[in-house]
């Protein structure tokens, strides 16, 4: 079993995130990533995965999460239906990061 075995996809309107999924996402960038450069591809992410219970996603973190997630995008070849990665002033919003995961 991997990392991302462990990614939530099926979470409702009536359901929250927390620290554990910034971290559980980060740390499936991560494995993506690897993978991705054991395939030949030059892809380096480094997003946090030390996230605890007091720590807030500034929106200079949240970039920096989201931009490590557009590195992997650009070495895929996407479904038309894969969603874009979040953006704007609050990407972490209730759904958003549901949308992380299915990318």
Do not use: E, H
Request: glycine share 4%; aromatic share 10%.
């Amino acid at each position: 079993m991997s990392i991302i075995d462990t990614l939530i996809t099926n979470r409702t309107r009536g359901d929250y995130y927390n620290i554990t999924d910034l971290n559980r996402v980060g740390q499936a960038m991560r494995y993506v990533a690897a993978r991705l450069r054991a395939c030949g591809f030059d892809v380096v992410v480094t997003p946090r995965t030390d996230w605890v219970w007091t720590d807030r996603a500034t929106p200079a973190a949240a970039k920096r999460y989201l931009n490590n997630l557009r590195l992997i995008r650009k070495a895929l070849v996407l479904f038309a239906s894969t969603p874009n990665v979040p953006s704007g002033k609050r990407p972490f919003t209730l759904m958003r990061p549901m949308t992380l995961r299915k990318f």
